[in-house]
């Protein structure tokens, strides 16, 4: 069975740090792309990062550019994002989801629709 397992989520005070962890199985995690996605109440469900398993090239949304990096450990089949200098606005449920890595693009990493599997969420709470 396809897994994706997002972890490391909690609660937080503005400017301090969390690592999430998405912990991959049941498909070839070198043919894949990773992306982080997260959705805040109220709000849609939005792309945050994204890494290709075969160059490691990544993209960030704007919003989180030079605050957050994502990196793949492929002997782990596990990806992670660095989430530093946390805000409120960054609150929200994140998931990771996968896309076949020959779909790649700054466009595709970062729409829902287009991901091929999603994993349950871990809730990021960032107090003010």
């Known amino acids: 069975d396809v897994q994706l397992q997002a972890s490391g989520g909690g609660l937080v005070q503005a400017g301090g740090s969390l690592r999430l962890s998405c912990a991959a199985s049941?498909?070839?995690?070198?043919?894949?792309?990773i992306g982080w996605f997260r959705q805040a109440p109220g709000k849609e469900r939005e792309g945050v990062a994204c890494?290709?398993?075969?160059?490691?090239?990544?993209y960030y949304a704007d919003s989180v550019k030079g605050r957050f990096t994502i990196s793949s450990d492929n002997a782990k089949n596990t990806v992670y994002l660095h989430m530093n200098s946390l805000k409120p606005e960054d609150t929200a449920v994140y998931y990771c989801?996968?896309?076949?890595?020959?779909?790649?693009?700054?466009?595709?990493?970062?729409?829902?629709?287009?991901?091929?599997?999603w994993g349950k969420g871990t809730q990021v709470t960032v107090s003010s």
């Open positions: 989801a996968a896309l076949p890595d020959i779909y790649y693009s700054d466009s595709t990493c970062f729409t829902p629709a287009d991901m091929y599997y």
């Open positions: 049941g498909f070839n995690f070198d043919d894949y792309a």
């Open positions: 890494i290709s398993s075969i160059d490691d090239s990544t």
